[in-house]
């Protein structure tokens, strides 16, 4: 008797563990589900039109090592400039044009987009900002938490936090997914179904797996 008190209590807890922390997710793999279909159907559409504004802003603190530095250093040297010009979010990269005197700073929040120009000997910038959408902001969430220029990405702390959660919904996730096994074990009732599901989806997925990689 002691032992099957103690086995309903665990599956007890696992049941209600795997209740509460799949309703916990549940926002964020929505996120990551409904981003999929913007992503990948063009023809969907947008929900908000495209907006751009210019404006210009002048004496802009620049870093006086400017020529010399390269990669996230010069990201971090270049934070009082954009703290200066008001402008906020994700650095996408620096393309420092030598010749012109210029550089040119792509900076990211999800759904704006936000571009400056900035002429080094006057220390002055265009800024041109492009309001994308909410369809566009829930595509780059999706894509921001990868691996793309790993050495100058996520300088911004809201895109680190979204990356831990990113990773947070991964793993529990799996661990919804171990712990829902578990539950479907437990039924006896639900076994046979349960086999005959876990067998076509494994068939379906390997045989994906196999076309995709021939």
């Known amino acids: 008797m002691g032992l099957h008190r103690m086995r ?3 599956y007890r ?4 563990v795997h209740l509460y922390f799949g309703l916990f997710i549940s926002p964020f793999v929505l ?58 979010g994700e650095v996408g990269f620096v393309r420092h044009m030598v010749k012109e005197e ?29 309001e994308t959408g909410l369809a566009d902001a829930l595509v780059t969430l999706h ?11 996520m300088n911004w702390f809201y895109m680190r936090a979204w990356r831990w959660m990113a990773d947070a919904t991964v793993y529990l996730i799996l661990f919804i997914s171990v712990t829902g096994i578990y539950l479907w074990y437990v039924l006896r009732a ?19 797996a196999y076309a995709l990689s021939h």
Do not use: C, N, Y
Not at 47 to 68: K, M
Not at 107 to 120: D, F, H, K, Y
């Open 13 to 16: 807890l696992i049941r209600d």
């Open 190 to 208: 639900e076994r046979s179904v349960g086999f005959i599901l876990l067998f076509a989806g494994a068939l379906s997925f390997f045989g994906m």
């Open 31 to 88: 996120v990551f589900a409904i981003s999929v279909f913007f992503l990948v159907h063009s023809w969907l559409p947008r929900i908000a039109s495209e907006t751009s504004t210019t404006r210009v802003v002048s004496a802009l603190p620049l870093p006086g090592d400017l020529q010399v530095l390269s990669g996230r250093p010069l990201i971090d040297a270049l934070k009082p400039t954009l703290e200066k010009a008001d402008v906020r």
């Open 143 to 153: 894509k921001s938490p990868g691996q793309h220029g790993p050495d100058i990405r």
């Open 102 to 130: 210029k550089l040119i700073i792509p900076v990211t929040i999800p759904g704006r987009e936000t571009t400056l120009s900035i002429s080094i000997p006057s220390r002055e910038a265009t800024i041109v900002t492009r």
């Open 8 to 10: 309903w209590r665990f």
